[in-house]
């Protein structure tokens, strides 16, 4: 299993304000895709490329197909590019990638990342022929492209040249160190999930970034069961904050919890949730609660192994997460889900996780 992944970066001058923190982007992304690599034993090679270089509007190319363990964390960051060849920089990483020997080989992905906090500067007539060229090779299958652009002004600008990208592949950041932060995170999540995908057969994906903002009411009218009349939603107030789950649903319901029947609501990253967990989600709007295996997918999450998730871009939705601890600890101002259909009776003696 091999795949060939392209990081293009925004080295111009507009990024020098933020060039500490980009540098540390950097260098987290490729920490989480070495430890993929060694963790599920895949055999990642990277390119690094550049979005202008020294004080010259042209493609840098810092590293080349070159094996991921081999590369070193970033010690500085130059912003001086007097450009953004944005679309010039996305030809050269996908000309790399094709020349390499096994381009054909079917068992071998392409993952190609570009990041910038601007508009394309150079090669703006080459925009429409980017996106033909895209579109063939995701048709394959097995090739993938995501663009971190700028909140707002990003999404236009890749309409503007004609780049409809594909899913959930496009990250909107701010441009703010707390912009890079968050738009960091979110990367080592994705990377983590694709790199897990890969090992379950997964070659190209166009949900890399795990949300629900584009999934409708009808969307899950057609994939899940409406459990609504199955459940019941207690309110976690200040009082309650950092009360045991157990404790709090037996004194709200005034009898014995069944074990797995509680869900808490996710209101901050969770770092471990495995995959025999149940996931609900219910709609704000009109409060019907869905649940069933697909629950998952809608979130782009493998459906094994421990993933991390996150509650970033869940738009109109909340997600419940089904607790196996009796332990966990319930947050004020969020919700519990109480599902005693799911649950089983605790056997006597103390209660355990």
Known sequence: MKTYLSLITDNSGSM??????AMQDFNEQLATIQGAAKNTNQDIIASHLTIGVGHRAIVGREIVNSNVQVLKPLTHYPADACGTPMIDAAFEAIKLMESVPDANDPEVSFLLMLTTDGQETESRSRGRELAAKMKQLIAT???TFVFRVPAKSGPR????????????????????QKGVVQSTQANVEAFTEYFTGRTQGMKSTTKFYANLQDVSFEDLQKQLVDISSEVQFFDVTSADDQSMIRPFVEKTIGQPMARGAAFYQLN???PKVQANKRIAI??????TVFAGDAAR????????GTVRLAPDELGDYAVFIQSTSVNRTLDAGTQLMYWPDVGVAFKEGPSAK
């Open 268 to 270: 901050r990253t969770e």
């Open 16 to 21: 020098r304000h933020l060039a500490h923190v």
């Open 157 to 176: 600008e890749l309409a503007t040249l004609g780049l409809a990208i594909p899913g959930i592949n496009v990250y909107e950041w701010e441009l703010s």
């Open 282 to 287: 219910r709609d704000k709007t009109t409060g």
């Open 297 to 304: 997918q809608m979130l782009a999450l493998p459906t094994i």
């Open 141 to 143: 299958d097995r090739w």
